[in-house]
């Protein structure tokens, strides 16, 4: 009896550790399983964590929020030059015959116009080259009265027409006599018109400007000698200037004649110039594997001085696949990767998305992938979204 009772506790004992045991591994089952949902849950909350900014916060913050658009991708290419004078546009004034310089009227810096007397000479040759226009005129009234003298005879047969022709022949000498001592006086800057005035002095000459401009250098002194050899000013047309610049070799199907370009100078950093390239030059510099470009200018006020140092931009054509481009300041780095702030439809919940980017622009880069055309994102003030969202993470971390 007593070995009875002595097997039914066994039993009943190991139906109880069995129990227990059964108990213990079912709710460490549970325990694992409610720890790994959390772990899933938790992946889900930093999957879908975001930044809530209402419209008031975003226009405090300076967050817009712009929608994904394709666009046509030009890529600017930036290079630097230094400012010359238009070669086109000056002119070395010298006299065209020799002769002593009586008088000045023109200073270095002085704005001067075509046709503006710069200085005086005084010169044998101008003397004689007068003399001798005024002895043709002279020659060539006698020679037309003696012909018409002869002529009315002749009429009244009085002389033999033989005498009216050697007249006639006189007077075509005497014209041309005349016409190459004009030329003369034309080719030594004199105008024959004055000349013949009682008050000109015979042996003065007035060199002019050939053209409208500034002086930038000036040699002429009063009583000094003088020659066609000599340049005594030269004028300069600044109106219009050339900016040259070095493209490098792997840059040059990227230019082309005709290029619109953007100029800008240190001295005038918000004032921006729009030209276009006039010349690309045909030999490539052994040493440094550049090309010389040269880039045409107006220059109004004449801001642009030559040998300024100056930035250029050369914008080619925009290519014929348009592309999906966002600004600059829309694109973060966050652990390494570049992401875009993406908001939901109503624009007030933000997320950080991965993006691949290719080209930058004009301030602008190509999105590759991660941003699809249509969404919406935060165009500027991303900055502060990346602060929020740093924020946001310390703040979890702490807890």
Same mark, same amino acid.
């Given at each position: ?189 004199? =105008? $024959?018109?004055? #000349?013949?005035?009682?008050? !000109?002095? +015979?042996?003065?000459?007035? &060199? ?5 401009? %500034? ?23 600044? =109106? $219009?200037?050339? #900016?040259?610049?070095?493209? !490098?070799? +792997?840059?040059?199907?990227? &230019? ?5 370009? %953007? ?137």
């Amino acid at each position: 009896m007593k070995n009875k009772w002595i097997i039914i506790g066994v039993i009943l004992a190991i139906m109880a550790g069995g129990f227990s045991l059964y108990r213990f591994v079912k709710l460490k089952s549970g325990w694992i399983e409610n720890t790994e949902k959390k772990i899933v849950n938790n992946k889900d909350e930093k999957k879908s964590v975001g930044i809530n900014m209402n419209a008031r916060l975003q226009q405090e913050n300076g967050v817009v929020v712009a929608v994904a658009t394709r666009q046509r991708f030009t890529e600017v290419m930036t290079a630097t030059g230094k400012v010359e004078a238009d070669a086109d546009r000056i002119a070395h004034v010298s006299p065209r015959i020799s002769g002593q310089i009586v008088s000045v009227q023109a200073s270095l810096g002085d704005r001067v116009t075509a046709g503006q007397t710069l200085l005086t000479l005084k010169s044998l040759e101008m003397a004689e080259a007068a003399n001798r226009f005024r002895l043709s005129k002279t020659k060539l009234a006698l020679a037309e009265a003696n012909m018409m003298r002869i002529r009315t005879l002749v009429e009244k047969k009085i002389v033999a027409r033989k005498e009216l022709l050697q007249a006639e022949t006189d007077y075509k000498i005497a014209q041309t006599e005349l016409q190459n001592d004009q030329e003369r006086l034309s080719l030594y800057g004199a =105008s $024959s018109s004055k #000349v013949q005035s009682s008050s !000109y002095n +015979k042996a003065s000459l007035m &060199v002019p400007a050939p053209i409208s401009g %500034t002086i930038t250098e000036k040699h002429a002194i009063v009583g000094e000698l003088s020659d066609p050899s000599k340049s005594l000013f030269t004028v300069v047309d600044l =109106s $219009s200037i050339w #900016v040259v610049v070095d493209i !490098y070799e +792997k840059d040059l199907a990227k &230019v082309r004649t005709g290029q619109r370009a %953007t100029v800008t100078v240190d001295a005038y950093p918000d004032v921006k110039l729009t030209g276009h390239v006039t010349y690309i030059a045909d030999v490539l510099d052994a040493a440094t594997r550049t090309l010389k470009v040269r880039v045409e200018v107006p220059n109004p006020g004449r801001i642009l001085k030559p040998e300024m140092f100056a930035r250029v931009e050369l914008a080619p054509s925009a290519s014929a696949v348009m592309t999906l481009a966002v600004p600059e300041d829309a694109i973060q780095e966050i652990d390494g990767k570049k992401v875009i702030f993406v908001a939901d439809d109503r624009g007030e919940v933000f997320r950080p998305e991965t993006v691949e980017t290719g080209r930058s622009s004009g301030g602008l880069v190509e999105i590759i992938s991660g941003l699809r055309e249509g969404q919406r994102y935060a165009g500027k003030g991303s900055f502060i979204l990346k602060s929020e969202l740093k924020k946001g993470e310390l703040e979890g971390g702490g807890e």
